[in-house]
């Protein structure tokens, strides 16, 4: 049989420049150096030896640290400013505080162990192994998370006159689109002549294939974008397609169509039965008696042998001595405290922005979206709450908490966040109208969490800028003295629980090098 | 803002004939006129007023109809010859017997709830409201079932000598090619001329989101099939992208690529929790008391008024009379029956094929397959099996069933079935070892079920021809007398619980259009 060649093709319609051709794999196809090969903190076990660190934030890096140094037998204190451990893993339930600077909310769900709302970290990949061997260690049950329904909606005011479609409408009928043009004007056109009968048959029937073309290449609607009515007793009659033009008008094929296919994003995604903080309530079983709350950390100093750092508990200052500090309060606090790091430090500390991410979380009195056929997963909308997730589970149980806003731009968190907790319910409730008409009545109270405005965070995941990777990421990630930055800030994934996992373990390793040197020194010498 | 008309790009390329552009939409977007809308049962409760309804087969339509009528007041006897109810819908556990003519099986798996099989039934499109709103009322707790596992392994003989790749590395690279195909030879070359500028470069723009092309139109990799390595304490770096005539080598573009995107499949698909005969057992809660099981009907002659019903519970004949039959058996098998029914419609029975689906079902002591990445979902493979499904549900639990085969064609599911029990494991076995190597040596037993040899069915789904739906569906859609077909076979959903109860429903209505019409007539007599 013959092959198409990529290069010929490319050539046969007159490509200008290099294609992508050019990195044709020769080699092994890449399953076995996948980057999910398991992930494991070996921190060589201490025997006579003691080694005290003293971590700086309980959250997932800090906790993960305490975790692994504390079975390999150093001494460990974790300081936490918060009154709870989890940092940006925080599930809200009934009766819990919003630590909001300015805003101190209570949330006022209903008290059921169903009625949660994951405002930080909210879903897994099954690309994160570090992460996911701790679910599997400390005992975390795992469900299934969906960001990709079809049934879910799309929403732009320029398309439609904003009305909301299907999912499963406007990718399904892009894609019909784009192959009716590939097949027409590529292959019916351009490549009758040069190719071989078999090589454009195949590649037309891949076309066609793709985007449900008919038998003459024409896109005329497809079971994928669902019937207009029918299909069970009686036939089933297609949806007609939408104009594509119409599409184009929205934003939702910049990026958001494809969010569930990025590598962070796609099938499988899981979550922890009843909340992300069973994977912090996992950790806490282990070394919950290592974490100290309420510790606000003011003076870092670093020794020639060691750390000093002082922290305060309800105003009364300790101040403690250890071998090493592994720190994962956010850059921009760290270098905001007494401290003697080197210049270059400082410089790649205050580098780093930050998130203003916005969240919000409703209680509905009725899972209303379910008799809209939206089991799970997110709808899009270019207004200021951007998203509305539906939750994966207990479907058909009576309430639900739906996410009602999840702002990235920092122009929509600032506006939510410059608003009263109350009036920022008030406009997402307003903004939901529009994709589900009727949406306020169902809604029952709501808590809300603009992560640049918590308490002891005051941003959300880092931002590098790209020309920061290469000087003041590589300065974060080594210890000044024995002082480590960690966390998903210090990581290619910020935002993240897999990327504070992997700093922390990055960190630990270094220690582990170090300590080990130590003691080889020490032993050599007697 | 100019808007791109489809009509005027595909004039621009020279594109002869018809247009999808000939359909576009003028009229409301289908949200409203969608085929989810609330469908129930509405029958008339009977008052004084009696009626006997023998209703032939305990499936899904059987128990729909018997539920329906029993709360309506009717009387109802329902009749099913083997051993349990539920017809297709057989979820195996350790001890269940699989009655196949000729290989009586016993399921051998461990006595566990978490270790089910479903073999036949074995998903829930949010799309079908019917069986979805039975669920909430028999209070059947469904959970998310993973039909697109971007994880999940392609394979295919003729691709990459037979190595499998990752869902996700196919279809980004399939996309990533087709665009670039598409940007360069559409856009740059044809229509930078005819098109203003904003319009091409929205077009452009969204085919280089589409395929994730690069600034310069060229495909050079995505973030969405996955980084070849790094990504979290490194850069990342991406996968090379594979040879696309190596990809078109494969048939997994055919269909299995779009599968997951089926009206019938896409996202959100539900199952429900610990078994899909969670149903059946809902039903049965509710009208067990109107089954008889092992009854093996052998006559069924219309009345002038009513139906005669002969059966036999171990080999003791029974009559009956009703007001009405409501039969689920299948066409071929009706059609053998001691009957007496008109021409045309013994010709609508006898013209329906069956297929000749084939599941396995294997136990494995250990979900290798999550230590792989791949949490459910399914992979694909050009072999007897076609697909391996993974176990959605209970992450990092000890042991697993997989379905170690799904046969959809007739020579593979002939195969299979002419293959004693213990040999289609190791054939199974055999072919799993191809996508996950070491296969073998994590499973500890298996079940098979070929449909076209399960007693008292003798076949899986309906297999209409388009060219009969017309006469002689509309035939078996209409009763015989007072009797009535009906089943997933009955309807345009074959293989389907929502085709079965649309198929009962349909009846129902029918049955009750006629009872108040007598109740009417006799009152007006009065």
Redesign the interface.
């Known amino acids: ?1 013959s ?4 290069r010929k ?2 050539e046969m ?3 200008a ?5 050019s ?3 020769a080699t092994a ?3 076995v ?4 090969a ?1 992930v494991k903190a070996n921190v060589t076990r201490l025997r006579e030896s003691r080694r005290r660190v003293v971590i700086l934030g309980a959250g997932v890096a800090g906790l993960t640290a305490a975790y692994e140094l504390d079975r390999a037998g150093y001494e460990c204190i974790v300081l936490e400013a918060s009154h709870r451990p989890g940092g940006r893993v925080l599930t809200l339930r009934g009766g819990d505080i919003v630590d909001e600077v300015g805003h101190r909310q209570v949330c006022n769900f209903d008290r059921d162990p169903d009625l949660y709302f994951n405002a930080g970290a909210a879903r897994i990949p ?2 994160h ?1 570090a992460l ?1 061997q701790y ?2 260690e400390l005992q975390v ?4 998370f ?1 960001n ?4 879910a909606l799309v929403h732009d005011d320029r398309m ?1 006159d904003g ?4 999912a ?2 406007f ?2 009928d ?1 894609r ?7 097949a ?3 292959l ?3 490549l009758s002549q040069p190719f071989d009968a078999l090589d454009a048959e ?2 037309l ?3 066609r ?2 985007g ?1 073309l008919d038998s ?1 290449n ?4 497809s ?14 009659q297609l ?8 599409l ?2 929205s934003d939702f ?3 958001q ?2 969010w569930a ?3 962070d994003q ?3 995604m ?1 979550q922890p039965v009843g909340g992300m903080d069973a994977i912090i309530d996992g950790f806490m079983r282990r070394i919950g008696r290592l974490v100290t709350l309420h510790a606000i950390v003011r003076r870092v100093h670093l020794r020639d042998q060691g750390v000093d750092v002082t922290y305060a508990v309800n105003g009364v200052e300790q101040r403690i001595h250890a071998d090493f500090c592994i720190n994962s309060i956010p850059t921009h606090l760290t270098a905001g405290l007494d401290h003697n790091f080197p210049r270059d430090y400082v410089d790649a500390l205050r580098v780093v922005e930050r998130g203003k991410l916005f969240k919000i979380g409703l209680q509905a009195r009725e899972r209303f979206w379910e ?7 997110i709808s899009w909308t270019n207004q200021d709450i951007t998203q509305i997730w539906y939750p ?2 207990r ?2 149980s009576r309430k639900g908490i739906l996410l009602g806003a999840y702002t990235f731009g920092d122009a929509g968190g600032e506006k939510f966040a410059n608003m009263t907790p109350e009036a920022r319910i008030d406009l997402a409730i307003a903004q939901g109208e529009r994709l589900h008409p009727g949406y306020g009545k169902f809604i029952e109270n709501g808590v809300s969490v603009p992560w640049h405005r918590m308490n002891h965070m005051l941003g959300c995941s880092a931002r590098w800028r790209p020309e920061d ?1 290469h000087v003041h990421y590589t300065r974060l ?1 080594q210890p000044a003295g024995a002082h480590y930055m960690v966390g998903d800030q210090i ?3 910020p935002g993240w629980q ?2 504070a996992i ?2 922390a373990h ?1 960190a630990l390793a270094d220690i582990d090098r170090r300590v080990q040197a130590q003691i080889a020194q020490l032993s050599a010498r007697r």
């Open positions: 049989m092959n198409i060649s990529r093709l490319l319609i007159g490509a420049g290099g294609s992508a051709a990195y044709q794999v196809l890449g399953l150096a996948a980057p999910g398991l099954a690309d192994v996911l679910c599997r049950p795992l469900e299934v969906v990709d329904n079809r049934n439609f009305k909301p479609v299907r499963r409408e990718i399904t892009a019909g689109f784009m192959s009716e043009l590939l027409k004007s590529v019916t056109e351009q195949r590649l029937g891949f076309v294939a793709y449900d003459n024409f896109y005329r609607g079971r994928r974008a669902g019937y207009r009515n029918g299909g069970f007793i009686t036939q089933g949806k007609e397609p939408f104009d594509f033009s119409e184009l008008n094929w910049r990026f169509m494809h296919e990025g590598n796609a099938a499988t899981m008799a809209e056929r939206i089991y799970g997963g994966p589970t479907f058909h990777r990630q990581s290619h994934h897999e990327g992997r700093s990055f």
